[in-house]
């Protein structure tokens, strides 16, 4: 797979977010409510006019009940939950791979949002 960079990142973030809510038959109100954050923040997290922080990422997984690093998987990566497979997939990760991945993927949010604040 191709690297990718911070403005695609984010796009994959708002279509993964925007997807996981539809899933569960979410609004954004209700998702709002559920992660303790406004409606206008996340409809600017699922337009991609902004970009959340590592404390976002993890109310929004809780929220959403999923791991936060699920919401920068690419989409031939993610499948249907109706199959089972997600959880599958998920399960069969140890619990040090999983840490692993989201500490990664929070270091990258976190420098991804340090340049384009700073830059």
Known sequence: ??????????????????????????????LAEKANLSVGYICDL??????????????????LDINPFELLLPSS????PE???QNEIIAKLSDSLCQNVTSTIIKTITDAFLDKHFQ
């Open 1 to 30: 797979m191709d690297k990718m960079n911070a403005a695609e990142l984010q796009e994959l973030f708002s279509t993964n977010l925007k997807n996981a809510r539809n899933r569960l038959h979410f609004s954004q109100m209700k």
């Open 46 to 63: 699922e337009s991609g006019r902004r970009w959340g922080t590592p404390e976002t990422f993890s109310k929004l997984a809780t929220a």
């Open 77 to 80: 990566i993610l499948v249907s």
């Open 83 to 85: 199959a089972g497979k």
